[in-house]
């Protein structure tokens, strides 16, 4: 007697649990169910993660309630979101990570949605490409400081730091601030 394969909800539900993709399901930012691969990416037993605010895998309340407002304000508008963003691990490794969200509540997007994360490995080049200004000023970047904050840290212009800060991500090859403080902290 062969038993025959799994089908509807039951095939859904395998599926869901070995997919390859880190997949969670959120009610209002709080976890309601997450698949292996989403428990392996971030270092968690389910149990720890059931019932939790997205905030634990957050490095930062100011990450978690930066990214919250933006995806929520594009989600009102479209069901679909995604973006690449800081995560951290249960052992404290900050990551940069690929994330995709679709609400199923449009009228309430943090009602109810679907996340997908992809761990991005990003390969810093040598620390050695930046200047020892480059590197002062980098420091001040990563630690969120604006153009002319830093400017009047060091006793500058902002237009000197300005251009200081275009060479690093261009040294660091780049797209935006975000990655540019990555490969900063990578390099760290």
């Not at 649990?17 to 209002?28: D, G, L, R, Y």
């Not at 019932?51 to 978690?64: R, T």
Request: positive net charge.
């Amino acid at each position: 007697m062969t038993t025959s394969p799994p089908m509807g909800r039951e095939l859904m539900a395998l599926a869901f649990e070995h997919s390859a993709s880190a997949i969670v399901v959120t009610q209002k930012r709080r976890i309601l169910e997450c698949n292996h691969a989403f428990c392996e990416l971030f270092e968690y037993p389910r149990s720890e993660l059931i019932g939790q605010l997205m905030l634990k895998l957050y490095p930062s309340f100011a990450d978690f309630k930066t990214i919250g407002d933006r995806g929520y304000k594009e989600m009102l508008r479209t069901p679909n979101y995604a973006d690449e963003r800081f995560m951290q691990t249960r052992s404290g490794e900050v990551f940069w990570a690929k994330t995709r969200g679709r609400t199923l509540t449009p009228e309430a997007p943090f009602d109810l949605a679907v996340w997908t994360f992809i761990k991005i490995d990003v390969r810093p080049q040598a620390e050695n490409q930046l200047s020892m200004r480059e590197r002062e000023i980098s420091g001040f970047i990563a630690n969120g400081l604006t153009c002319k904050e830093i400017a009047r840290e060091l006793g500058i212009s902002h237009r000197t730091v300005e251009t200081h800060r275009a060479r690093i991500m261009k040294k660091l090859d780049c797209r935006n601030t975000a990655e540019m403080v990555s490969r900063i902290i990578q390099l760290s």
